[in-house]
């Protein structure tokens, strides 16, 4: 008589396992997603080829998929389950969300097209705005999740104050973040930046600016926060270097009080230009102060500048500044030119404002740096980013290219900050910043 089999309970497995969509083709990568966004309505797209090239409103696909080209390859029908990126987005992006989600996309095609990664990819999105309009518990909410969903990497903050709140909290948890800060101190274990910017910088290269224009006596405002103090105290120690007199300085909130008031004192103290050193949320209330005022004078910002991008109301509220950009040389950047020509065929659209550039070089980090790794583990991939050399940049002008290495975990390098002007609805590029030692003249 045969043994009756044991019964239950079974152990079964704890997570479900992977599921192939079953769209990859063999000679191209492929993503389950036509767009990363959809369902925008409130408000038009990018009247202008710098301003943002979704709707307001649009929101990231739950699940994004990208499937790397087969090559005919018959694998043995197990399906392999995605390396997952994060992405988390911190703050209030308007008409930006879906020129960081695609050529997010388009960075992982591109590199799964030149065999640099053969495994699938998901992009995660955390929709987490945190300070400094939200609550801070927001964004460290959002950025755990990514990691318990089990990402390797996440692609943001953008913020500087969440990417230094979070810095802390992102060396516990081991998973690296690749930040869009300019802050400076945003740079530790598994703290990398493709930096939009970078503080300390963006205050001398505007007080070297105001002296190169020949503005001898300048008012300054800079916005109450975590690089604040940074940007005014770069620029006023460099200013007082070159023997610029500050007229009037004043700190100012994200929803500034006295704008006309404290502009009509620099004018009336003979300020013969301005400084604007801050997040960016106060820029969008000078127009009207000095349309009240009726007074036009040079001005130049930080990289907060580059908010012409977040809505078409933001573009024309930085009427007549200059500003601090990534946006190299028009035509001059191949990287660029040839990103921007495949972004156009792939999406049917055209958007070529800084946030393109920025999101692919990004994105183009963190899917080398998981190829570099050893194996698909938070921390290996932390190692696969440190061995990042010479990557091309589609930011910047020519020269401009993205490393890392121990220690040096801000990517960019060369040309990377550029000057530009908007000024009767045109972006104008108006140079690379290339300071000279006094003693060369």
């Not at 089990?150 to 516990?172: A, F």
Request: glycine share 12%; charged share 25%.
């Amino acid at each position: 008589m045969e043994p009756t089999p044991p019964e239950g309970p079974w152990a079964e497995r704890l997570f479900p396992p992977p599921v192939d969509h079953g769209i990859a083709e063999a000679d191209r990568a492929v993503t389950n997603v036509t767009s990363g966004t959809g369902g925008g309505d409130e408000g038009p797209s990018g009247e202008r080829w710098y301003e943002g090239g979704g709707r307001a409103g649009e929101k990231a696909h739950r699940e994004i998929v990208v499937y790397p080209p087969t090559r005919g390859l018959q694998t043995q029908g197990d399906a392999f389950e995605p390396v997952k990126i994060g992405v988390l987005v911190d703050m209030d992006i308007g008409q930006l969300l879906a020129d960081w989600l695609d050529p997010t996309i388009l960075a992982i095609e591109d590199a799964m097209n030149e065999g640099v990664y053969d495994r699938p990819v998901q992009l995660v999105v955390a929709d987490a705005r945190g300070l400094p309009r939200e609550n801070y518990l927001k964004c460290r909410t959002g950025y755990e999740w990514l990691v318990d969903q089990g990402c390797v990497v996440v692609l943001g903050p953008m913020i500087s104050d969440n990417c230094l709140q979070l810095q802390e909290l992102i060396n516990q948890r081991r998973c690296s973040s690749i930040g869009w800060t300019g802050a400076w101190r945003f740079s530790s274990d598994y703290c990398f930046t493709v930096a939009n910017g970078d503080i300390p910088t963006e205050g001398v290269m505007c007080a070297q600016w105001l002296y190169a224009q020949g503005h001898r006596k300048v008012g300054m405002f800079w916005e109450q926060g975590s690089s604040g103090r940074d940007y005014a105290d770069f620029f006023r120690e460099e200013a007082g270097r070159l023997g610029i007199t500050i007229t009037r300085e004043v700190r100012l909130g994200p929803n500034p009080r006295g704008l006309v008031d404290h502009l009509a004192a620099m004018r009336d103290a003979g300020s013969e230009g301005l400084y604007y050193g801050g997040y960016g949320y106060s820029t969008f209330h000078f127009a009207k102060a000095f349309a009240k005022l009726g007074w036009d004078p040079p001005r130049v910002m930080g990289t907060a500048f580059m908010f012409y991008s977040n809505t078409n109301e933001w573009a024309a509220a930085l009427e007549g500044w200059h500003g601090v950009d990534q946006l190299g040389e028009d035509g001059a950047n191949p990287n660029y030119n040839a990103m921007i020509e495949r972004f156009q065929k792939r999406f049917g659209r055209t958007s070529r404002n800084v946030v393109v550039a920025l999101a692919y070089d990004t994105a183009r980090a963190a899917i080398h740096g998981v190829a570099n790794a050893s194996m698909a583990t938070p921390e290996e991939v932390r190692n696969g980013l440190e061995r990042i050399r010479w990557m091309p940049a589609t930011n910047g002008g020519p020269s401009c290219y993205v490393q890392f290495g121990p220690h040096d975990h801000k990517g960019y390098k060369g040309d990377f900050l550029t000057i530009r002007e908007l000024r009767g609805g045109e972006l104008r590029f108006d140079g690379y910043h290339r300071p000279e030692w006094p003693s060369n003249s």
